[in-house]
């Protein structure tokens, strides 16, 4: 009678213990799907600016216009 007791409390907390591990795995992947839109919205936004910041190049000096194709070529090329 102790016997089974004790099997079915230690079945017990195996289960748990294999539950909170499972919730942490997730907890993971559900961390990088979040990250994942997170910068997906990011470029979205930075592609915006980038739309709106070349209406003013031509107001910019020679060295700002140089940067900021450099830069936008960067984001192009990673993006």
């Known amino acids: 009678m102790y016997s ?3 099997t079915a ?5 195996a289960k748990f213990f ?3 591990k499972a919730g942490i795995e997730n907890q993971a992947q559900t961390e990088v799907i979040e990250d994942k839109k997170d910068y997906k ?3 979205e936004i930075a592609e ?4 709106i910041a070349q209406n003013y190049k031509s107001d910019m ?3 700002h216009r140089l940067k900021f194709v450099h830069l936008v070529n960067n984001f192009k090329k990673y993006n």
């Open 4 to 6: 089974a007791l004790i």
């Open 9 to 13: 409390i230690g079945n017990m907390l």
């Open 18 to 20: 294999e539950f909170k």
């Open 41 to 43: 919205k990011a470029v």
């Open 48 to 51: 915006k600016i980038i739309d």
């Open 61 to 63: 000096t020679f060295a």
